[in-house]
């Protein structure tokens, strides 16, 4: 059962920061005043815009997804693939990063907000069956804190839960043989914390890429936004999930084969 302060959250309500809020109304009017007192005439006086919460604030939120974004957008300009192809990732954060030195195809089940520079945008539900021109179609594919959401609705998509292995399943076939997955979804304990996402157990992420596939990063990004740029998947920590309850865990796995008619060879 969600807290209390989480369904406040859910509903707009954020407690923390209508705390600092009230708080902030005195240093406000304070300054308020004291502005006004200074103003000449070379502006006019134009609508109160009361910002009350971050007076104390950091000047930024590093997170997780800046972490990954950064990180991510600096493997692909270093790989410089043909094609880049993304599924679902941020708009506005890590397709924002790309956009700046490359062309990329965005995949996503919502519809786009606007027209970018450097990008073309594909509406499409990756849980149904696959256009042909779509497999095989990239040597170079991202899919950057997107398949923990597939099947539970929260977008949109159909309630299915196997959504995630759908997704997963079409994401490689899209990737040519001897192209790149980069891929990122929440580590740690596995479970389900619905509708927002599932979190995934270390071992399941590094299980996808075990048939045909070969590992050639994997990265983790802890509890504590600590980017731990290269871990030991093999070693006991994966059994722990890096010491992670909601990490984030980011492969980059190259496609080793392909399937043809049921059967598999060796890419060239």
Not at 69 to 98: E, K, M, T
Not at 173 to 194: C, D, H, K, N, W
Not at 211 to 235: C, K, P, Q, T
Request: proline share 4%; glycine share 10%.
């Amino acid at each position: 059962m969600a807290s209390i302060p989480t369904w406040l959250r859910t509903f707009g309500i954020d407690p923390k920061r209508s705390i600092a809020s009230i708080l902030g109304i005195r240093r406000y009017l304070r300054g308020r005043r004291q502005f006004r007192a200074q103003l000449g005439g070379d502006f006019l006086w134009g609508d109160a815009l009361p910002i009350l919460d971050e007076w104390q604030a950091a000047s930024g939120s590093l997170g997780a997804y800046f972490f990954q974004d950064q990180r991510v957008a600096q493997w692909i300009y270093q790989d410089n693939p043909r094609r880049h192809v993304d599924v679902g990732s941020r708009l506005d954060g890590f397709i924002g990063h790309l956009s700046v030195f490359r062309q990329v195809d965005v995949l996503d089940l919502r519809p786009s907000p606007a027209a970018v520079g450097n990008v073309t945008f594909h509406q499409l539900d990756l849980m149904q069956d696959l256009p042909a021109a779509w497999i095989e179609a990239t040597d170079s594919l991202s899919c950057l804190h997107s398949i923990e959401h597939f099947g539970l609705g929260r977008y949109g998509d159909a309630i299915d839960v196997d959504g995630h292995r759908k997704g997963l399943a079409q994401l490689q076939r899209m990737v040519a043989p001897g192209g790149l997955l980069y891929l990122s979804t929440p580590i740690g304990p596995q479970r389900v914390e619905f509708n927002g996402h599932r979190v995934f157990a270390a071992a399941t992420l590094a299980g996808w890429f075990a048939d045909g596939w070969e590992i050639e990063r994997f990265a983790v990004i802890d509890d504590a936004n600590r980017l731990l740029e290269s871990v030991d998947w093999r070693g006991p920590e994966l059994a722990t999930h890096f010491g992670c309850r909601t990490g984030l865990g980011i492969v980059v796995a190259r496609k080793t084969r392909e399937t043809q008619g049921g059967k598999t060879r060796d890419a060239r």
